[in-house]
């Protein structure tokens, strides 16, 4: 009875140490990551906004995807050089769909890029234009 007990308490530390080898580990490792920081206009970073990110030869699964930090920042390490798209939706309309070159070196082609003025002179003309047709209308409703 007493060999019963050893032989199954042996059984029972090698099966936990079985158990325990299923665990969890990290690596802290320095690469060359890309970082896109992302801003408004104003200069606000765009906090907390969904990012995809595709790979030059899969432009249907993102590579990574995730969300921008608070300061409006997301980094990604590419395996491969080539054409990465960046897709950004912060949830209010605001976004970005670009197109960034990654090199040798992690040495990236791209600029950054603001949305043009044309965009608020087209907003506010079409603004005046629905404002004189206004004015125009109440003239002849008048008459």
């Not at 906090?47 to 608070?70: L, M, W």
């Not at 309309?93 to 040798?104: D, E, M, P, V, W």
Request: overall charge neutral.
């Amino acid at each position: 009875m007493r060999i019963n007990l050893i032989l199954l308490f042996a059984l029972t530390c090698c099966w936990q140490s079985v158990g325990f080898a299923h665990g969890v580990t990290y690596h802290v490792v320095r690469d060359s990551a890309v970082i896109v920081k992302l801003e408004y206009k104003s200069g606000e970073p765009i906090s907390y906004a969904k990012i995809k990110i595709f790979a030059p030869d899969n432009d249907e699964v993102e590579y990574q995807n995730g969300r921008t930090d608070r300061n409006g920042c997301f980094a990604f390490v590419p395996d491969q050089e080539g054409v990465w798209a960046i897709k950004v939706d912060d949830g209010t309309g605001h976004g970005i769909n670009k197109k960034i070159t990654i090199n040798r070196g992690a040495t990236i082609e791209s600029h950054s890029h603001h949305e043009s003025d044309r965009n608020n002179y087209i907003g506010a003309f079409g603004v005046l234009m629905a404002v004189t047709g206004l004015l125009f209308y109440w003239k002849s409703r008048r008459n």
